[in-house]
């Protein structure tokens, strides 16, 4: 019974993805939709010390790869002006 329950849940939230997809504008991914669907989820269920810690992960990864694609940005410019 779990099991099916469990299957229902997935498909559920796929089928909530693709509707979003769908209906959002360019530059959405799936992996944005569930993080907004699962901190609702979570919001719902009273957990916000994990949508909190959640969204601090996600902004700290954000902004490694600003810096990454910074400095690869002024490398590339470094090497094309030398050539």
Known sequence: MENKE???FYIDIQEEINASLI????????EQ???ELALS???EAGKQKIIV???MKR???EV???KLMATLFMKITKHLICL
């Open 41 to 43: 989820y979570l919001s």
């Open 53 to 55: 810690f959640a969204l």
């Open 33 to 35: 939709i569930f993080t």
């Open 6 to 8: 469990l299957q229902k």
């Open 64 to 66: 490694l790869n600003i």
């Open 23 to 30: 209906s959002e504008e360019e530059g959405t991914n799936p």
């Open 59 to 61: 902004l700290v990864k």
